[in-house]
């Protein structure tokens, strides 16, 4: 009889589980639906202040040499320009289709979603947007100039150039990605000096400006 | 809301309250047997499931907790720490944890619990483990290589499989619950099947 008893107490401890965890699966499929969640402006203030909002481009150089698959790393900007120059791992959503349904479909709402334009603004722009539909959405700082300017620009004519530490990481990096990256063509040109040839790249004189806003 | 919760309290809070939950996942361990290493090994020769039952009762309960706690915006999701996914040294690491659990009788957690109720083996597997971590200490550039080798980031299973996390959560739940059935079976009625192919049956002196 006590036998019976705890049987059906484990029965009953399961049945409970079972039904909490399709409660939470239901709830989680119904809120990740198409509607936009509201966004909190007080704490998403409070985060954009705190620079939680945003990848350096340090980050996301180490997220993609340690190959990580938790992020989506979204270029936003129209399709020539991705084709000229884009950073590893990249995926080409112009910002024109971000949210159409073709655009939105390419974004997972399990992973970090990082956007990235030519420069700060129109990134943080659609990451704002992106958020307030749900996605976990970051910008990386600067754009593509932040990430030419700290890590594909050689340390040596840099306007701040890093610590000894930090400068032999930093040409290590710009080596991984020099060698990785260059676009594919007619550019045998030594990276040390030499940008890949493209209207994207600004002039080697303002890349020094490093993180100055845009 | 913007960390888990941890960020709320004063350091002194944190730290008692990591004290009392460390004092109430010991007495618990203690309350399953888990200080008794026959009884843990027993998972191993297929003659008591409870190793299975208790740690897989303990993560399906904290994963549903943490989904609601989620769900109810009390728990940033985005701030809890998940541990980098290095493929290679993981797998090689959790068959040496488990060779080294099946020889000692204990894993780390379970050994200082049979400690603390004043079990000797219990005292000779702690002194194992600090002179293995010693050794690892000592011998690791040797194999720095190796050790961050199949590296994939910060990987959590709805990532992965790219899933809703909810149905994840079902699904190990499910696969849980069908676990603990499948392991009563083996006990209760399927006990001749478990005494022939996995040693000696559960009470049976050997």
Same mark, same amino acid.
């Given at each position: 009889?006590?036998?019976?008893?705890?049987?059906?107490?484990?029965?009953?401890?399961?049945?409970?589980?079972?039904?909490?965890?399709?409660?939470?699966?239901?709830?989680?499929?119904?809120?990740?639906?198409?509607?936009?969640?509201?966004?909190?402006?007080?704490?998403?203030?409070?985060?954009?202040?705190?620079?939680?909002?945003?990848?350096?481009?340090?980050?996301?150089?180490?997220?993609?040499?340690?190959?990580?698959?938790?992020?989506?790393?979204?270029?936003?900007?129209?399709?020539?320009?991705?084709?000229?120059?884009?950073?590893?791992?990249?995926?080409?959503?112009?910002?024109?289709?971000?949210?159409?349904?073709?655009?939105?479909?390419?974004?997972?709402?399990?992973?970090?979603?990082?956007?990235?334009?030519?420069?700060?603004?129109?990134?943080?722009?659609?990451?704002?947007?992106?958020?307030?539909?749900?996605?976990?959405?970051?910008?990386?700082?600067?754009?593509?100039?932040?990430?030419?300017?700290?890590?594909?620009?050689?340390?040596?004519?840099?306007?701040?150039?890093?610590?000894?530490?930090?400068?032999?990481?930093?040409?290590?990096?710009?080596?991984?990605?020099?060698?990785?990256?260059?676009?594919?063509?007619?550019?045998?040109?030594?990276?040390?000096?030499?940008?890949?040839?493209?209207?994207?790249?600004?002039?080697?004189?303002?890349?020094?400006?490093?993180?100055?806003?845009? | $809301?913007?960390?888990? *919760? &941890?960020?709320?309290?004063? +350091?002194?809070?944190?730290?008692?309250?990591? #004290?009392? =939950? /460390?004092?109430?996942?010991?007495?618990?361990?203690?309350?399953?047997?888990?200080?008794?290493?026959?009884?843990?090994?027993?998972?191993?020769?297929?003659?008591?499931?409870?190793?299975?039952?208790?740690?897989?009762?303990?993560?399906?309960?904290?994963?549903?907790?943490?989904?609601?706690?989620?769900?109810?915006?009390?728990?940033? $999701?985005?701030?809890? *720490? &998940?541990?980098?996914?290095? +493929?290679?040294?993981?797998?090689?690491?959790? #068959?040496? =944890? /488990?060779?080294?659990?099946?020889?000692?009788?204990?894993?780390?957690?379970?050994?200082?619990?049979?400690?603390?109720?004043?079990?000797?083996?219990?005292?000779?597997?702690?002194?194992?483990?600090?002179?293995?971590?010693?050794?690892?200490?000592?011998?690791?550039?040797?194999?720095?290589?190796?050790?961050?080798?199949?590296?994939?980031?910060?990987?959590?299973?709805?990532?992965?499989?790219?899933?809703?996390?909810?149905?994840?959560?079902?699904?190990?739940?499910?696969?849980?619950?069908?676990?603990?059935?499948?392991?009563?079976?083996?006990?209760?009625?399927?006990?001749?099947?478990?005494?022939?192919?996995?040693?000696?049956?559960?009470?049976?002196?050997?």
């Amino acid at each position: 009889m006590r036998f019976e008893l705890r049987l059906a107490g484990k029965r009953l401890a399961a049945a409970v589980i079972v039904l909490l965890a399709a409660v939470l699966a239901l709830a989680a499929t119904i809120a990740k639906g198409p509607g936009a969640g509201p966004l909190d402006a007080a704490a998403t203030a409070q985060a954009i202040d705190a620079e939680r909002d945003h990848v350096t481009p340090g980050e996301m150089a180490r997220w993609i040499l340690e190959k990580r698959q938790d992020y989506q790393l979204i270029d936003i900007r129209p399709a020539w320009q991705f084709d000229d120059y884009h950073i590893p791992t990249a995926t080409n959503v112009p910002l024109t289709t971000l949210f159409a349904e073709s655009g939105l479909k390419q974004l997972s709402r399990e992973k970090k979603i990082v956007l990235y334009g030519f420069g700060a603004g129109h990134a943080a722009q659609a990451q704002l947007l992106l958020s307030m539909k749900g996605y976990q959405a970051y910008s990386l700082r600067d754009g593509i100039e932040g990430w030419w300017g700290s890590i594909m620009t050689p340390s040596s004519i840099r306007s701040d150039p890093p610590d000894p530490t930090g400068y032999r990481q930093a040409k290590q990096l710009r080596e991984r990605f020099m060698g990785s990256s260059a676009p594919a063509a007619g550019t045998s040109a030594p990276p040390l000096a030499v940008p890949p040839p493209s209207t994207v790249i600004p002039p080697k004189n303002k890349l020094k400006l490093g993180r100055g806003c845009s | $809301m913007n960390a888990p *919760f &941890v960020a709320s309290f004063s +350091v002194t809070v944190f730290i008692l309250m990591s #004290l009392g =939950l /460390g004092f109430f996942f010991g007495f618990f361990l203690e309350r399953a047997g888990f200080s008794s290493a026959l009884k843990l090994t027993g998972q191993f020769y297929f003659r008591d499931f409870s190793v299975l039952k208790v740690m897989f009762t303990a993560i399906i309960v904290a994963m549903v907790g943490i989904g609601y706690f989620a769900m109810m915006g009390w728990l940033d $999701m985005s701030q809890v *720490f &998940v541990p980098p996914a290095f +493929v290679w040294p993981q797998l090689v690491g959790g #068959l040496l =944890l /488990g060779a080294g659990f099946i020889v000692g009788g204990y894993c780390p957690g379970t050994s200082l619990v049979a400690a603390a109720v004043g079990k000797l083996d219990a005292l000779f597997f702690i002194g194992g483990i600090f002179i293995g971590i010693f050794l690892f200490g000592v011998t690791e550039p040797g194999f720095a290589h190796f050790n961050v080798s199949g590296s994939l980031g910060p990987l959590t299973l709805p990532v992965w499989l790219n899933l809703n996390t909810g149905i994840v959560v079902l699904a190990i739940v499910v696969v849980a619950v069908t676990a603990f059935w499948a392991s009563e079976m083996s006990e209760g009625p399927w006990r001749l099947f478990a005494r022939t192919y996995g040693g000696a049956g559960e009470g049976e002196k050997r």
